[in-house]
């Protein structure tokens, strides 16, 4: 069981004790019973309950419960080694925690939405930026306006020359949607945490983390029109097809995909400010697994960031066949490229194959890793985790797999976008469910956990 969850089981259970305000009111509290009501937390934590209770005045009845769950939160507060993200209490802690959950799963919708923009040829339809945005078109000559514009660019020359203004509106309002989902994001990241601040919910160590990760959404924005810019730029052959720069996506979608993990991450640390452990052997599981997944998470960001080397050279295109790459197992032109090193991220061959084995290797990995782990005495959560990041590998191979057989049509490719930071976030949770807990709490473990 978590231990936060203990603390706040603590809290509920002691709303069923029999006349609870007894034990804020009298003080005939013996030893025998403090520890039969506060038996169940760490020595530590039920020895600060128990005189926080003592030193309550007789006949003191409410609110008691929001007392004795500050008093609990008070506790996790002065553990050694434990320093809470959040430290105004547990409506605090739940109310930022689900901003921040929510600030996540916002980042992950508009990592779908890029990869619907991408994949539907929109990103080059709106030839210029504002920071703090614009109005869409709203008049046909406006709408005309904003179409001559795009005419001037070489996607418009080379591939959708003869287009309809029906189906530039199209692609437009999904480039516009996909700006103003973002700025959006800023605002309601940037509000909660104004108020947070003044409410004085956050922490110094918090609250800088949390400035680093908005400076880095802005940033985002920027990074966005620096990518859109390179495929506004004409082609270096008459041959060659408009697109952004393949090393300017792929540092687009990695802020993107760095901002969900620091949300998620910090959103976890808050509401788990302790890992799930209820003996010193499971902490010890929990230590072998670490040394296994951090490699592995590493190697699943990198097969991530590989695949958006495939997409901005449109990879994903050529060679749809599997397990060989046409006729062949490995194609012959992958190091055709000068210098060699060029080839791994522009030649369309060897961006393909090292996707590919990224991703073969990735799924070895975690399934090496949940063999592994099949006889370690670890947390039941743990184990859940393992198994289900185990589950959503195969899942992201399946899909990708289809996508590419497929020729990468838009509901597939954006839902292999999603599977790969669904991925991602199995591994931040397996990261932060096996981290080192704190001194206190090692202390006050059982060598075996009780059985059930």
Known sequence: MFR???????????????????????????????EESFGHLTPGIA????????SLPKGHHVPYARKMSNVAYAALENKEGLKLLVTAGPHAKKWV???????????FSMVVLGGITRLTRSGLSMTDWK????????????WLNEFEKYKQSPEYKRINRGMS?????????????HRMWGRALGIMFALPFSYFLRKGYITLRLGLRLSALFALGAGQGLIGWWMVKSGLEEPPTEYAQPRVSPYRLAAHLTSAFA???????TGLSIVMPEPPAESVAWIRGAAKVRRLVLPISLLVGVTAVSGAFVAGNDAGHAFNTFPKMGDTWIPDDIFDMKPLVRNFFENTSTVQLDHRVLATATLVSIATLW??????????????????????????????????????PVSLGAAHQAGALTLLTFMVMLNHTVRRPSMSLLKSLPQVAKAN
């Open 4 to 34: 936060s969850r203990v603390v706040w089981s603590f809290v509920r259970r002691s709303k069923d004790l029999h006349g609870i305000y007894k034990l804020q009111g009298k003080s005939g509290l013996s030893k025998s019973s403090a």
């Open 47 to 54: 020895r600060q309950c128990f005189h926080a209770f003592q």
């Open 97 to 107: 925690g689900i901003w921040l959950f929510g600030s996540a799963a916002w980042v």
């Open 131 to 142: 920071f703090t945005g614009s109005l869409p078109p709203l008049s046909r000559e406006e």
């Open 165 to 177: 203004l029906e189906d530039f509106k199209f692609i437009y309002w999904m480039e516009y949607a």
């Open 259 to 265: 901002i969900y993990c620091g949300l998620l991450w």
């Open 371 to 408: 063999w592994s782990t099949r006889t370690l005495d670890i947390h039941p959560a743990v184990r859940y985790l393992i198994g289900n990041t185990a589950g959503m590998a195969t899942l992201q191979v399946i899909l990708g797999v289809s996508t590419l057989l497929s020729y990468v």
